[in-house]
């Protein structure tokens, strides 16, 4: 099988989605317990329990992380992901229960498919009764309704969806990613050349976000582009099988967001929620922070671009693949 985040042990993986609606869920199952860690770097983030991975705060480890189309409404899913872990027995054990912790964060896909439709705690709870070890891509769970290029709206956007990746280094150390790519900018090859993105609005082929951004008469067109097209928001979680505090997965989460920068132009914009987690489900001894953020960073770079390639066109959307 092709390499995926749930290569990293202790690490599942499970999607739902509505296909009609263009919405759904991912989660990243931890149900033993992992060490968290987060950074947000996006302007408009939609997020739930980030708090609790500051690395002053007491709860120190989570069982989920999950990833939600539909906005600040789709987080309603983290009920679902709840409530399938505590009735298979996993959470936080505080005396008169267990408590399962799972952090979330949502991306903006409400102008493509449905607009009234969004992840509900059913779907949550579907995508852990499907968890186990999966390299799905594209279109599937939270990437369902994921688009690149937003620049000129909607009409001109490109459909994206959900990759992964893992590399397993000489000590043994696996470390894995998972994103959702949905951003205002295009997505790039890291050493290569624009995937998908804005199309040009006066002839065939992509614009270069970066390219619009510099040119005065199309500035005229992205001024007018619509707040519900410039929501958007890439999301991402990096795993490995390593032991770390919880100061040390939010370094690593920060360093993993340079996969984003090296893929994604431009990137942690104003309407962006750019959030990467970082588990640790510490099996063994962890290599430097140095290494580990390092190879995090081309491990998610790989990803988001998977997640472009992997796309299929939906919701009147073509994808990279259309461009071949």
Same mark, same amino acid.
């Given at each position: 099988?092709?390499?995926?985040?749930?290569?990293?042990?202790?690490?599942?993986?499970g999607h739902?989605?509505?296909?009609?609606?263009?919405?759904?869920?991912?989660?990243?199952?931890?149900p033993?317990?992992?060490?968290?860690? #987060?950074?947000?770097?996006?302007?408009?983030?939609?997020?739930?329990?980030?708090?609790?991975?500051?690395? $002053?705060n007491?709860v120190? $480890? @989570?069982?989920? #992380? *999950?990833?939600?189309?539909?906005?600040?409404?789709?987080?309603?899913?983290? /009920?679902?992901?709840?409530?399938?872990?505590?009735?298979?027995?996993?959470?936080?054990?505080?005396?008169?229960?267990?408590?399962?912790?799972?952090?979330?964060?949502?991306? =903006?896909?409400?102008?493509?498919?449905?607009?009234?439709?969004? &992840?509900?705690? $059913?779907?949550?709870?579907?995508?852990?009764?499907?968890?186990?070890?999966?390299?799905?891509?594209?279109?599937?769970?939270?990437?369902?309704?994921?688009?690149?290029?937003?620049?000129? !709206?909607?009409? =001109?956007?490109?459909?994206?969806?959900?990759?992964?990746?893992?590399?397993?280094l &000489?000590?043994?150390?696996? #470390?894995?990613?998972?994103?959702?790519?949905?951003? =205002?900018?295009?997505?790039?090859?890291?050493?290569?050349?624009?995937i998908?993105?804005?199309?040009?609005?006066?002839?065939?082929?992509?614009?270069?976000?970066?390219?619009?951004?510099r040119?005065? %008469?199309? +500035?005229?067109?992205? !001024?007018?582009? %619509?707040?519900q097209? @410039?929501?958007?928001?890439?999301?991402?979680?990096?795993?490995?099988?390593?032991? +770390?505090?919880?100061? /040390?997965?939010s370094?690593?989460? /920060?360093?993993?967001?340079?996969?984003? *920068? %090296?893929?994604?132009? &431009?990137?942690?914009?104003?309407?962006?929620?750019?959030?990467? =987690?970082? +588990?640790?489900?510490g099996?063994?001894? *962890?290599?430097?922070?140095?290494?580990?953020?390092?190879?995090?960073?081309?491990?998610?770079?790989r990803?988001i $671009? @998977?997640?472009? +390639?992997?796309?299929? &066109?939906?919701?009147?959307?073509?994808a *990279? %693949?259309?461009?071949?």
């Open positions: 099988m092709p390499p995926a985040i749930s290569d990293v042990p202790g690490v599942l993986v739902a989605h509505d296909a009609d609606a263009l919405t759904g869920v991912t989660v990243v199952l931890t033993d317990g992992a060490v968290g860690g #987060v950074d947000v770097r996006g302007g408009a983030p939609a997020t739930h329990e980030t708090d609790l991975l500051r690395p $002053e007491a120190q $480890e @989570l069982h989920a #992380v *999950a990833l939600c189309g539909g906005s600040a409404m789709g987080l309603a899913a983290v /009920q679902g992901v709840v409530r399938w872990l505590r009735e298979h027995g996993y959470g936080l054990d505080v005396g008169a229960a267990r408590v399962p912790i799972v952090p979330a964060a949502a991306i =903006f896909d409400l102008a493509i498919g449905h607009a009234d439709a969004w &992840p509900d705690p $059913e779907m949550g709870y579907a995508a852990c009764a499907a968890a186990g070890h999966s390299d799905a891509m594209g279109c599937v769970g939270a990437g369902m309704g994921a688009t690149i290029g937003k620049a000129l !709206g909607m009409p =001109f956007a490109m459909k994206s969806g959900l990759g992964t990746w893992s590399e397993t &000489p000590d043994g150390t696996v #470390v894995g990613a998972l994103a959702v790519v949905n951003p =205002f900018g295009d997505v790039w090859r890291e050493h290569g050349g624009l998908a993105g804005t199309r040009h609005p006066e002839r065939p082929g992509l614009a270069d976000t970066m390219a619009l951004l040119d005065p %008469r199309l +500035l005229l067109a992205f !001024g007018g582009a %619509r707040g097209d @410039l929501a958007n928001t890439t999301l991402a979680v990096v795993a490995t099988n390593g032991r +770390l505090t919880k100061a /040390q997965a370094k690593v989460a /920060q360093m993993a967001h340079d996969g984003l *920068a %090296r893929t994604i132009r &431009p990137v942690h914009t104003p309407f962006d929620g750019d959030t990467v =987690f970082a +588990l640790a489900t099996q063994r001894e *962890a290599p430097h922070l140095v290494v580990l953020g390092a190879v995090a960073a081309d491990v998610l770079a990803a $671009e @998977l997640a472009a +390639l992997a796309a299929t &066109p939906l919701g009147g959307l073509p *990279a %693949r259309d461009l071949a």
